[in-house]
């Protein structure tokens, strides 16, 4: 699109836009000079601001640990506090004398005291300290030491943070309650004036024998108590062992006995004639530190803007005050401690050079991921380093760089700019674009006039456009040549069209005849096909016959074969029977045998029974009854040969249907056998017979009907190709139509060119 707009333009609307664009560009490129300087200077300035805030802060700090020191030490050689050492010590030891106390009361008003007000309030889920011990361990290992804890503890009527206001309490007088109130009130006046966190007196038994504020630490031992292992415990032993006016410093960590927010310790010992004392503490106070770099939080007046901020980080790398925007650091322990002293870690390059003592500027990421201009320098404290880092976002040092006064150089350049393009476009259209607009006009009257090719550009200048005039000339002869050369192929060609156009009917025509030739074949091969499907189908149909009738014939075989094995059998049960039926006449006679010995045994009875009947005749009445008897039995033998001859004639008709049955089942099944067998013979040869018939005409229906199929594929074939070659001939038919056509249209065309051609006046018309 932007390619057809510019082919559009005039060339002094090219030339202009060209000019325009130009400035632009160069507007652009000193504009981002511009802000590039801009932007160099206010970074600059930011780091020179930095700097001076950084060298300020850095000096202020080393100033108060100067003082601190300072104070440390003359405090130690204050003959008060080497008396003060002297006299608590002495009168510590000897608080279980002089007060008489139930020591058992005491400690478990210290666990009382220690569950409820200590143990529940020490923050031990700050990584690194050590966990929660039995509320025993806490306690002073000193019975002194314990009552020295419920007197100035769990008996101070005022409240935690506030225990420094108990100066004197009477009801518990003794001689180390009077050095107390001597003493305190100067000590307590000493941390209110130079703002320490705690003031400790500790001898040189390791026994915290007075403490300003009496937390937790207040009467413990540092060699062997709960406190043993702490920076104050550390700080302390150091001291004691080391020559006087020496400053021990043990830096800022999580300190139990304050509940385990960071505490940082300043000790130096003490001495009275070479002998040491004890140990002078200071607890170093956080909220000093903290308002000094901060500067009392009045950010904006010292130059540090909205974003701009100074912190301290440790060798540890945990900040020493709390950052500018605490409220916004994403950290749970930083939210509920309210500090990002000793909880929040700021690793970097920067504090890596700082802590080797170096300083210098550079850009950095700052807590929140913004890029930062930041300044940094070492710190001494008491001949350790911390590290010193002053920074203010980026995007609010730039945001200044919108004012006028930062682009007057631009401004300038570009009114010079307009005024030197002003005056090359003067200069290019009188002596550029007036004898363009002559070619323009001359090429116009060659293009929209009579076409008169004989016709020549007037124009002699030696200057690129008198170059181009030539060489338009040298354009229009050749144009000129070609033009009478095309007249003369127009009528060639168009005498050329005119015979092919001819060639092409008759093509066409030949095609139309085969065409129609050749869908009289398919007509006539598409019904040698329907009977041959025909035939297929009955081919098929009767192979299925045969194939059933076959299968028919087996069933009929098997079952022919079924039956002559039941006839075998039924002759074998027959001849089982006959069997049985002669063991059954063999039986018969021995029943015979057994019946003639009881109808002998019969016979004997009764001869018997007649005996023994003539007996009882002779013997008179007293045979009688014997005679009775006789006669019964000779009844009885009477009786069973009847029924033996009864038996015996039946048994003899039994012997008589049993042989003739034998015979008659042997007669018949002989029979039987041997007409089953010769028609089983028979059948399963004719039945072979016949299947070999059924399988030689079931190959044979097969054989055609694959004949078939094949046959009615290749016809299918031919059809196909006939259909194919009718497809080809009808493609042909449209190509040789398209080619008429378009030899038509080369015709017309032709016509056309000739008659456009006629425009052109050449030397030959």
Not at 507 to 532: D, H, W
């Amino acid at each position: 699109m932007m390619k057809g707009f510019f082919r559009r333009l005039t060339i002094a609307q090219k030339i202009t836009i060209g000019s325009l664009i130009g400035i632009v560009l160069l507007a652009v490129i000193l504009a981002f000079l511009s802000f590039r300087g801009a932007k160099e200077n206010l970074e600059k300035e930011a780091f020179q601001r930095l700097t001076v805030i950084r060298e300020s802060k850095a000096q202020h700090l080393e100033d108060y640990f100067s003082n601190l020191k300072n104070l440390l030490l003359t405090t130690a050689d204050n003959s008060l506090t080497k008396e003060a050492i002297r006299d608590l010590s002495t009168s510590f030891y000897l608080l279980s004398e002089e007060l008489n106390f139930d020591i058992n009361q005491v400690k478990q008003a210290l666990i009382r005291e220690y569950r409820q007000n200590y143990l529940s309030k020490v923050n031990y889920d700050i990584p690194g300290v050590r966990p929660p011990k039995n509320v025993g361990f806490y306690l002073p290992r000193d019975v002194n030491g314990m009552i020295a804890q419920y007197i100035f503890i769990v008996e101070n009527p005022y409240p935690i943070g506030k225990k420094n206001l108990l100066v004197y309490n009477p009801k518990y007088s003794c001689s180390y309650m009077e050095y107390h109130k001597r003493f305190h009130p100067n000590f307590n006046n000493l941390l209110k004036k130079f703002g320490l966190y705690d003031i400790f007196l500790i001898d040189s038994n390791g026994t915290v024998v007075y403490t300003t504020f009496k937390e937790k630490d207040f009467a413990t031992n540092l060699i062997k108590g709960p406190y043993k292992d702490t920076g104050l415990a550390k700080a302390y032993k150091k001291a004691l062992s080391s020559p006087k006016d020496t400053v021990v410093f043990s830096d800022f960590s999580p300190y139990e006995p304050s509940y385990n927010l960071p505490a940082a310790f300043v000790a130096t010992p003490i001495y009275e004639r070479g002998k040491v004392l004890g140990v002078l503490v200071f607890q170093i106070p956080i909220d000093k530190i903290d308002a000094i770099v901060n500067f009392n939080y009045q950010f904006k007046s010292v130059g540090l803007g909205k974003t701009g901020e100074v912190f301290l980080v440790g060798s540890d790398y945990y900040l020493r005050n709390n950052i500018r925007f605490l409220d916004k650091i994403d950290n749970p322990l930083v939210k509920k401690l309210g500090t990002t002293i000793g909880i929040l870690r700021y690793k970097s390059p920067i504090v890596d050079k700082a802590l080797l003592g170096e300083k210098g500027t550079a850009f950095v990421k700052d807590f929140f991921n913004e890029k930062a201009l930041a300044s940094y320098t070492p710190v001494n404290v008491f001949g350790g380093k911390w590290a010193l880092i002053s920074e203010i976002e980026e995007k609010e040092i730039l945001s200044g760089l919108t004012s006028l006064s930062q682009n007057r150089n631009l401004l300038y350049s570009i009114v010079l700019l307009i005024t030197f393009i002003g005056i090359f476009l003067l200069f290019v259209r009188t002596n550029i674009v007036n004898p363009l607009n002559k070619l323009i006009e001359t090429s116009r009257d060659l293009s929209e006039g009579e076409g008169d090719l004989t016709k020549k550009l007037e124009i002699n200048s030696g200057d690129e456009i008198g170059i181009a005039a030539k060489y338009l000339n040298a354009f229009i002869d050749k144009v000129r040549n070609i033009i009478e050369i095309a007249k003369t192929s127009a009528k060639q060609n168009l005498k050329t069209a005119t015979e092919l156009k001819n060639k092409a009917e008759e093509v066409k025509n030949r095609i139309e005849n085969e065409k129609e030739a050749i869908m009289e074949t398919a007509s006539v091969t598409n019904k040698i096909k329907e009977p041959l499907d025909s035939f297929k189908d009955l081919l098929s149909e009767s192979s299925e016959k045969i194939g059933k009738v076959s299968e028919k014939l087996k069933l009929a075989l098997e079952s022919l074969e079924r039956l002559h094995t039941s006839v075998v059998q039924t002759e074998e049960q027959n001849i089982q029977s006959i069997t049985r039926l002669k063991e059954l006449n063999s039986e018969t006679e021995n029943i015979k045998r057994i019946i003639e010995i009881i109808q002998g045994i019969a016979d004997k009875t009764n001869l018997l029974a007649l005996n023994a009947s003539i007996e009882a005749a002779r013997a008179g009445e007293s045979g009688k009854g014997f005679a009775v008897v006789a006669d019964e039995i000779r009844k009885l033998a009477e009786q069973i040969q009847k029924n033996t001859s009864s038996i015996n004639t039946i048994l003899n008709s039994i012997a008589n249907a049993i042989m003739t049955t034998t015979e008659n089942i042997e007669n018949s099944s002989r029979k039987n056998v041997s007409f089953l067998k010769e028609t089983h013979e028979m059948l399963s040869e004719n039945m072979n017979e016949v299947k070999d018939i059924m399988e030689d005409t079931k190959t044979t229906s097969i054989s055609l009907n694959e004949t078939a199929n094949m046959l009615i594929e290749s016809i299918e074939t031919l059809i196909r190709n006939i259909e194919c070659i009718e497809k080809i001939s009808e493609q042909n038919y449209e190509s040789v139509s398209d080619i008429i056509q378009k030899i038509k249209e080369i015709y017309r065309e032709t016509e056309e060119l000739n008659e456009i051609l006629k425009v052109f006046k050449t030397n030959g018309d």
